[in-house]
């Protein structure tokens, strides 16, 4: 305690603790103040069911409110993130407008047992408030549109991630993202040795504004597939609240999707990816526009690479002759 009174200052010191609360605190507040501004929060009590034995009195918005704590803490390890949390259980929890925080335990067993169904029903339910917003391309039109003349283009990122893990967190099973769900790890594959304990994600943002359209994600190598028809379906239900027509959606996708397996998912939109099947480049059409001089010569002002682009013709790129620029 400081007194300050006739230029004199008297400093009185206490030897009893006073905890601090986490520099990330604040963050939490601003989030869960504005799900509950925006009725979020109410929609998750209500839209988000996923009834269980073995979970007493908690329900799902309780578990939800510690993963998404610890998705906005950063902390390393959910072990972690209770040791830091545990002092200001009660406030925490109040913010959610819940009352007491579930052990670590009852987290783990919520996981284990956890299906898709409510996954994909939080993951609609934050598409649909996203899309509930047409302020935030209105009022961005200069960036949306990358070309002139009134027929632009919106340009959608699809990408795919891996994530290590180790056998004990595998055991745990208690990794969530805040808008893909829950997923374990299983043995994978990230470019280096075989057997790794992995998960894979599959993000789709729009490129200019970054607004999140989705995140799908499955244990070990994923369903890369199933992943990519998840993401469109998610990109028609954004350009059709924009009314703008699926023909000027472009698809930027990773290396992943580059073969001739994906042409039929992403039949209506103009994509670009990197090929990754390389055995492309020795068929005969391809040869012969390859052995005439390039229709473009790129060079980036970072580097001295000169890059030469070929426009080839439709090639059929599959058994069944499906074409591809």
């Avoid at 109410?42 to 939800?64: S, T």
Wanted: proline share 6%.
């Amino acid at each position: 305690m400081i007194s300050i009174a006739d230029t004199s200052v008297k400093i009185q010191a206490t030897s009893e603790s006073n905890l601090s609360a986490p520099a990330w605190f604040g963050e939490i507040v601003m989030v869960s103040s504005y799900l509950r501004k925006h009725g979020i929060l109410n929609k998750i009590n209500e839209q988000v069911r996923f009834a269980r034995k073995r979970f007493g009195r908690y329900e799902a918005i309780d578990f939800l409110a510690v993963l998404f704590g610890y998705a906005i803490s950063g902390e390393r390890t959910l072990e972690a993130f209770y040791e830091r949390i545990q002092p200001f259980a009660v406030p925490f929890m109040a913010l959610f407008e819940r009352d007491q925080l579930p052990s670590r335990s009852a987290l783990s067993r919520f996981l284990a047992a956890l299906t898709e169904a409510p996954v994909n029903t939080l993951r609609t339910l934050f598409l649909d408030d996203l899309l509930s917003r047409p302020s935030l391309l209105t009022s961005k039109l200069g960036v949306w549109w990358i070309e002139p003349l009134g027929t632009g283009w919106c340009l959608t990122s699809t990408a795919r991630g891996r994530r290590p893990g180790n056998a004990r967190f595998l055991r745990r099973m208690t990794f969530l993202h805040p808008l893909a769900g829950w997923m374990t790890c299983a043995p994978g594959y990230r470019g280096r040795k075989r057997g790794e304990v992995v998960r894979t994600r599959t993000t789709v943002s729009q490129a200019h504004s970054y607004q999140w359209l989705g995140s799908f994600g499955n244990r070990g190598n994923g369903l890369y597939r199933t992943e990519l028809r998840q993401s469109l379906s998610a990109i028609r239900r954004y350009l059709t609240v924009y009314q703008f027509p699926q023909e000027r959606a472009l698809l930027r996708l990773d290396g992943q999707y580059g073969n001739g397996a994906v042409l039929s998912d992403v039949a209506g939109f103009a994509f670009v990816t990197r090929g990754k099947d390389y055995r492309l480049l020795d068929h005969p059409l391809i040869q012969a526009r390859l052995h005439l001089p390039p229709d473009q010569l790129q060079q980036r002002p970072e580097s001295q690479m000169v890059r030469s682009l070929y426009d080839c013709p439709a090639i059929p790129v599959e058994p069944e002759g499906t074409p591809a620029a």
